[in-house]
């Protein structure tokens, strides 16, 4: 893998992908993929296949809803849209998102015993 990108940490790709159908409505698979690299500023490198494990695993849990479309280029293609339940999820994700960035940022400030 490139030195400048980086693999999504585990349980974030849920909550990015509900952030984004959020904040830019239904989208399809790709475009879903393809924006969070755009947003990330090709930062972040997702795998198709683990974008779709990961709508699978949210429409299982009722946080999105799939309805066929036709794509960009005239194709048919399975668009994602955030539910309510799926707004309430965010919610609780993004506040445990902010929580956990919080301690993993002061953890990173420790300096050694003795140094100040």
């Known amino acids: 893998m490139d030195a400048n990108k980086s693999e999504v940490l585990q349980g974030t790709l849920d909550l990015m992908i509900l952030k984004t159908l959020h904040g830019l409505g239904p989208l399809h698979g790709f475009g ?10 090709d930062v972040l490198q997702l795998n198709e296949g683990t974008v779709y494990t990961s709508l699978l695993r949210l429409r299982h849990q009722k946080w999105i809803t ?5 794509s960009e280029n005239n194709r048919k293609a399975k668009f994602y849209s955030i539910t309510k339940r799926g707004l309430k999820q965010l919610e609780l994700e993004a506040k445990n998102w902010a929580r956990i960035s919080d301690v993993i940022g002061r953890v990173l400030q420790l300096e050694p015993e003795g140094k100040s």
Do not use: C, L, T, Y
Request: aromatic content about 6%.
């Open 32 to 41: 879903i993929a393809r924006r969070i690299e755009q947003i990330s500023r």
């Open 66 to 70: 799939a309805e066929w479309g036709v």
